[in-house]
T-cell receptor
Framework: EPEVTQTPSHQVTQMGQEVILRCVPI?????FYWYRQILGQKVEFLVSFYNNEISEKSEIFDDQFSVERPDGSNFTLKIRSTKLEDSAMYFCASSEWQGTEAFFGQGTRLTVV | QQQVKQSPQSLIVQKGGISIINCAYE??????FPWYQQFPGKGPALLIAIRPDVSEKKEGRFTISFNKSAKQFSLHIMDSQPGDSATYFC????????????FGSGTRLQVQP
């Protein structure tokens, strides 16, 4: 069964450092998403990406965040200068179309120290 | 208006019992209502979803009931099993406004043997 894969599973970084989280969406899907989940809290939308550009973003997705599809398979989330409050589980998801089933990866646990 | 309110926060059910989780929304532009199941350390997994043209959808032991006029929907888990113990999230998305999934706050279900 096709699945969304994310790497690394756990990333520890120092405050102020840049991190890149990687995702391989399901191959025939057109929409890609990043969500985050602070420990014990709900899943929050960050950004959606379609046709090589951002289609929607939330208030959380400020100038320190960026997304990119560097090649035909990878989808990345970059956090430029990490803060302690960026510590969370980051989930990549993909869907065939907007408003259809979104499939989530296993997540990257980001710990900022 | 983007919020999806979910209750209860936690639920304990005996094996074989019925688990009921409720969600309410405000945004009438929402037209897709999935439920996700999440085990500790894993990504959310789509369980079942409904669109507002039907009032109920059943898949195995899982049923979504949808009340468009009340702007509420609920998940019923029949014959609950210890393996159903997980956190359940309702979500919603629509064609206008926020098109990505907006998640509820989650319900931690514990099914006791």
């Amino acid at each position: 069964e096709p699945e969304v894969t994310q790497t690394p599973s756990h990333q520890v970084t120092q405050m102020g450092q840049e991190v890149i989280l990687r995702c391989v969406p399901i191959s025939n899907h057109l929409y890609f998403y990043w969500y985050r989940q602070i420990l014990g809290q709900k899943v929050e939308f960050l950004v959606s990406f379609y046709n090589n550009e951002i289609s929607e973003k939330s208030e959380i997705f400020d100038d320190q965040f960026s997304v990119e599809r560097p090649d035909g398979s990878n989808f990345t989330l970059k956090i430029r200068s990490t803060k302690l409050e960026d510590s969370a589980m980051y989930f990549c998801a993909s869907s065939e179309w907007q408003g259809t089933e979104a499939f989530f990866g296993q997540g990257t646990r980001l710990t900022v120290v | 208006q983007q919020q999806v309110k979910q209750s209860p926060q936690s639920l304990i059910v005996q094996k074989g019992g019925i688990s009921i989780i409720n969600c309410a929304y405000e945004n009438t532009a929402f037209d897709y209502f999935p439920w996700y199941q999440q085990f500790p350390g894993k990504g959310p997994a789509l369980l079942i979803a409904i669109r507002p043209d039907v009032s109920e959808k059943k898949e195995g032991r899982f049923t979504i009931s949808f009340n468009k006029s009340a702007k509420q929907f609920s998940l019923h888990i029949m014959d609950s099993q210890p393996g159903d113990s997980a956190t359940y999230f309702c979500a919603a998305s629509g064609d206008t406004g926020r098109r990505a999934l907006t998640f509820g706050s989650g319900t931690r279900l514990q099914v006791q043997p």
